[in-house]
């Protein structure tokens, strides 16, 4: 059987919460269940809402990722770079071969081929991703620059589908 709340409950609650304690902390100190700290908060008209703490809370979030998000991005592009640098750099070919199964190696002006390709799959990758990840100066207003020429050319088939109507109709 539940026990009645007491004067002494609300007198702890509203104490309690003057001090900043949670609902969850209230119920553990007063040994009640964080139902019973609600109801008595409700009737002493106090409230446990964090909004503005939670809204708070959740924008330094926001930008504590971005700015790692931009730190990323920088960090992909630099590896771009390096990548992008091998494309034409001297390197060294080995493989296992011959009927011993020995190790040769040639060593070459550039890349071959095929490696060249990988490696610009590779740069292409990362600066792609780098870009997602922080858009180039610009970028949005390039894609505001689309929507209105879209907006634009919509508008301007619809007139003149408007006019060719009309001349249709007399």
């Known amino acids: 059987m539940r026990e009645p709340i007491t004067d002494a409950d609300r007198e702890q609650v509203r104490r309690l919460h003057t001090e900043g304690k949670t609902r969850n902390q209230i119920a553990r100190e007063i040994g009640r269940s964080g139902s019973t700290v609600s109801k008595i908060a409700k009737a002493l008209d106090l409230s446990f809402e964090r909004g503005p703490e939670v809204v708070a809370a959740t924008d330094a979030r926001r930008v504590d990722l971005a700015t790692r998000r931009q730190q990323f991005a920088e960090r992909l592009h630099e590896s771009a770079e390096r990548l992008h640098a091998q494309l034409f ?29 990988q490696i610009l ?40 589908a408007d006019d060719e109507g009309a001349d249709d109709g007399g």
Do not use: H
């Open 89 to 117: 750099a001297p390197c060294t070919v080995g493989a296992f071969g011959g009927k011993d199964n020995e190790w040769s190696q040639v060593d070459l002006d550039r890349p071959q081929f095929a490696d060249q390709r």
């Open 121 to 160: 799959a590779g740069v292409s990758i990362a600066v792609d991703k780098s870009l997602k990840l922080a858009p180039a100066e610009g970028g949005q207003g390039a894609e505001d620059v689309r929507s209105m020429l879209g907006t634009l050319g919509e508008v301007l088939a619809d007139a003149f």
